[in-house]
């Protein structure tokens, strides 16, 4: 692909009008924010049992599917799949944007995040929150320059080295975010070096699933052709990516059923959990994980744009459950302090914790939702992000291994 | 070091300095002038001092305070010691139940076999190896010398990791905004906070509020000391009876032990 | 066009100012805060625990430095300590000015100066009178198993003042 060959989207009315709708959600977040931290936080569903809420299933949804947004580049540029180069810029200005809104989230649900600078300032390196903070940072930094390296003819011949160094990064960040919960002994749910792969497995396909959705919206919106080549592909890798989430969560619970100490909290989880359980089965597993794989593999449904529309869009709904599930839910279990004995208190010791997410929680996430979308927004209207045309006959196809 | 926190330099210049130590030798004045009250004083009966540290000195980790819990001889339904601590500490809570801070709460457990129950107080551990300081990102969760695990609210951020992390949900986060607290207990909305062993009265060489009020109760099931001094009767009763950590499994080697559990 | 809607601005500007002119000029000492009187004197040369035009400049500091020295090291000297700040500073009367108010010894300053801080976000803004837990009650207490005060309530006395941050400056 020639440099000319991308382009700005267009201004005007339109843009304006979207612009603005997406940034009341902005607004509306921001107000969210401001409301918990001036009354604190009981206005919220948060409580001393449930420490973490809403806005950190939205946050580190966003920031997992931000490291799997970036695959399409990767794909391209370390693994040397010519289909995929004219995408690869909308793949980094997406990791990009996909962070900063899941970044603001969490900032905003801090006790204090006036003291923003505080955590930048001290560090206390054996925590893994701590080492998040120079990932999540740097890979905006590599990410940037990887997007720099693409877009500037000069600059070209380091695409690749940029690009290895912006997935071995996306990598090590994913792990670091899969990690928050791998390494908390405290709780039954968590506690497991599995997740630090399975959320790497769910980046791929979360921010794959975004990536389908924007580019179907941008190509639509602004009157450019998308062919079925490049489409199809996606949605096959989409597939497969679904199918590895699903092996990882059957293997997280197999080894759990397998030690009876963790019978009581997959009990919680698969079958008396209310709430937690049915968000495990019908939104994650049934409409997050089979229907959609249906969808994409069904030669009639598999070849309508709509209907990859809706699988992308049902594997986002099921990722939002599996985030709830994994973070809330594994709250929601009470800690084992005391083997084989009934716990009761008047903090809450040895029941399911109860929680209801607010409505400020759920507005401060789509707010960063929102933020996401919108600098992904005013990133294609000003740089030349995206192809022209993306039609079958100018995908390049000859550098495939058959 | 795991902590790249630092002091002012230069806070104390050397100009200062000695009116620093004029006023710390009137403050040691008064205080020697007390000790030596003490002597005289008839009626009083003064029992191996000499730990009793000055306040202008740094606590060392030659101490390590702890505490013994015989769940024996804890009564059903008294809860003194989460009174006391509420009183010393300010814990005045909004009537929200899930959202108000606890320092130290009864339980009661029932052996879900055989149907034993019995009831114990249970507080920040205190632990060797805390869970809470590991994952703090700024440092602010923090062990101090002497085994107290503390919070530095000047730079917790309130990202409530410590407390997903603690195994024994010691810790709060201050839900609302908070007046009149107690100036030996700062705290305040956004921030996270627990038993802090009553570190200003053991600075004092006291002891902790929920022990006291156990013991004045005659109930005497809290029993706090330096468990690195064979010779307290802390370590003394530790080394006579057999006693257990919660959690052991998780080899924090915790400050707070316990008997009949 | 563009320009004149500029100049008419600047003049309701300047006009807006103009009543507020004659007080810049005069450096009124009327608008100099009113900083409420300490309770005590260190002694009778000097007024505060470091002299007053230091404590002026640089109190920020010594608190800070005596901050992390509790926080850390558990030293409770009381020379620089936030406490004993708002005990002398600070009246213990029930209606006693809060934190904000330009009653407030640290507030009426603050306000002057447009200085934002947090202290009182979590620090008592008023000394607060002891209650139960700084009395040395007798039998009450075991001292860590290391020395037990029994029956003297003079002596009890002198502790609890020692204790509650009384005056030590004798």
């Known amino acids: 692909m020639k440099q000319d060959d991308f382009r700005e989207i267009e201004g005007g009315r339109p843009f304006y009008l979207l612009l603005g709708f997406i940034g009341l959600f902005v607004l509306a977040g921001l107000g969210a924010a401001w409301y918990m931290e001036h009354h604190g936080h009981w206005v919220t569903g948060m409580s001393n049992q449930i420490i973490w809420g809403t806005p950190h299933v939205f946050a580190v949804f966003l920031i997992v599917a931000a490291s799997g947004a970036l695959n399409v580049a990767s794909i391209s540029s370390v693994f040397g799949k010519t289909p995929y180069k004219p995408l690869a810029r909308l793949s980094g200005l997406l990791a990009i944007t996909l962070l900063v809104g899941g970044l603001a989230i969490l900032v905003l649900d801090l ?123 996606l949605k096959n890798l989409l597939g497969v990516f679904i199918g590895a989430v699903l092996y990882f969560v059957v293997v997280y619970h197999l080894t759990n059923l397998y030690i009876t100490e963790q019978h009581g909290v ?105 933020l996401a979308l919108a600098a992904t927004l005013v990133g294609v209207r000003v740089l030349r992000f995206l192809p022209v045309s993306l039609a079958d006959d100018q995908i390049d196809q000859s550098g495939e291994v058959a | 070091m795991t902590n790249s926190r630092q002091l002012q330099p230069g806070a104390l210049s050397m100009s200062n300095k000695s009116s620093f130590d004029s006023y710390r030798r009137r403050f040691l004045g008064g205080v020697a002038s ?184 005659n109930h005497n099931a809290m029993v706090f000391g330096d468990m690195n001094d ?25 400050g707070v032990r316990y008997r009949g559990i | 066009m563009r320009i004149t809607v500029i100049k008419l601005w600047c003049t309701v500007l300047a006009l807006g100012l103009l009543p507020g002119m004659p007080a810049l000029l005069n450096a009124d000492d009327s608008l100099l805060p009113v900083i409420p009187e300490a309770q005590h004197r260190v002694s009778e040369a000097q007024g505060c625990v470091e002299p007053v035009e230091k404590m002026r400049k640089d109190h920020m500091e010594y608190i800070l430095h005596q901050r992390d020295e509790t926080m850390y090291e558990g030293i409770r000297t009381r020379q620089h300590s936030l406490v004993e700040c708002i005990n002398c500073h600070v009246s213990d009367a029930p209606d006693a000015a809060r934190y904000g108010s330009t009653e407030h010894f640290c507030s009426s300053c603050h306000k002057y100066a447009s200085v934002q801080i947090d202290c009182f976000q979590c620090h008592a803004d008023r000394p607060v009178k002891t209650s139960r837990h700084n009395s040395l009650a007798p039998g009450t207490m075991r001292l860590h198993g290391k020395s037990v005060v029994e029956k003297d309530d003079l002596l009890n006395d002198k502790l609890q003042a020692t204790a509650a941050g009384g005056t030590v400056h004798e």
Request: aromatic share 10%; charged share 20%; hydrophobic share 45%.
């Open chain 1, 266 to 370: 997959e009990r919680f989880i698969l079958l008396e959990g209310g709430v937690y359980t049915r968000l495990f089965w019908v939104v994650q597993i049934l409409l997050g994980s089979l229907l959609p794989l249906a969808l994409l593999y069904n030669p009639s449904t598999g070849k309508s744009r709509g209907w990859i529309g809706i699988a992308s869009l049902l594997v986002i709904v099921g990722g939002l459950a599996q985030m709830y599930v994994i973070i809330i839910g594994g709250q929601a279990y009470p800690l084992e302090l005391f083997p084989g004995k009934e716990v009761t208190s008047s903090f809450f010791d040895g029941g399911i914790n109860a929680y209801a997410p607010s409505l400020p929680e759920i507005t401060l996430g789509v707010g960063g939702v929102a």
């Open chain 2, 34 to 217: 007390t000790v030596a009250g003490m002597g005289v004083a008839p009626g009083v009966v003064l029992h191996s001092v000499g730990h009793a540290k000055p306040a202008g000195d740094a606590v060392t980790g030659d101490v390590r305070w702890g505490m013994l819990i015989d769940t024996n001889k804890c009564a059903a339904g008294c809860d003194d010691c989460v009174k006391a601590c509420d009183d010393e500490h300010g814990l005045t809570g909004f009537d929200r139940p899930e959202t108000d801070a606890q320092w130290i709460r009864k339980v009661t457990l029932k052996d879900k076999q055989t149907g034993h129950t019995q009831t114990l107080p249970l507080l920040c551990q205190h632990c060797e190896k805390p869970p809470c300081v590991d994952v703090c990102p700024t440092g602010a969760s923090f062990r101090r010398e002497d085994g107290i695990v503390l919070v530095d609210k000047h730079i917790c951020i309130g990202c409530r990791y410590c407390m997903m992390a603690c195994p024994y949900k010691a810790r709060s986060f201050v839900h609302e905004t908070l007046q009149d607290q107690k100036p030996f207990a700062p705290r305040g909305k956004g921030t996270v906070e627990s038993c802090t062993f009553c570190v200003h009265r053991v600075d004092n060489d006291r002891t902790p509020a929920c022990v006291e009020a156990c013991t004045a109760e």
């Open chain 1, 111 to 233: 006790g204090r995040p006036d003291r923003l600078i505080v955590a930048m300032t001290y560090y206390n390196f054996k925590s893994i929150f701590a080492w998040n903070i120079f990932l999540y940072i740097g890979f905006m930094g590599v990410v940037a320059i990887y997007l720099w390296m693409m877009m500037e003819r000069k600059m070209n011949r380091f695409t690749k080295s940029a690009g290895f160094v912006a997935f071995i990064w996306r990598l090590i960040l994913t792990t670091g975010t899969g990690s928050i919960f791998g390494f908390l002994v405290a709780r039954q749910a968590y506690d497991s070096a599995l997740l630090a792969p399975m959320f790497i497995i769910m980046s791929f396909s979360f921010g794959l699933a975004i990536f389908i959705l924007v580019l179907m919206a941008s190509y639509k919106w602004s009157n450019r052709p998308l062919g079925d080549v490049i489409l199809f592909r």
């Open chain 2, 230 to 254: 064979p010779d307290s009767e802390l370590s003394r009763q530790l080394k006579k009876y057999n006693s257990r950590q919660i959690r052991a499994d998780l080899e924090l080697n915790t």
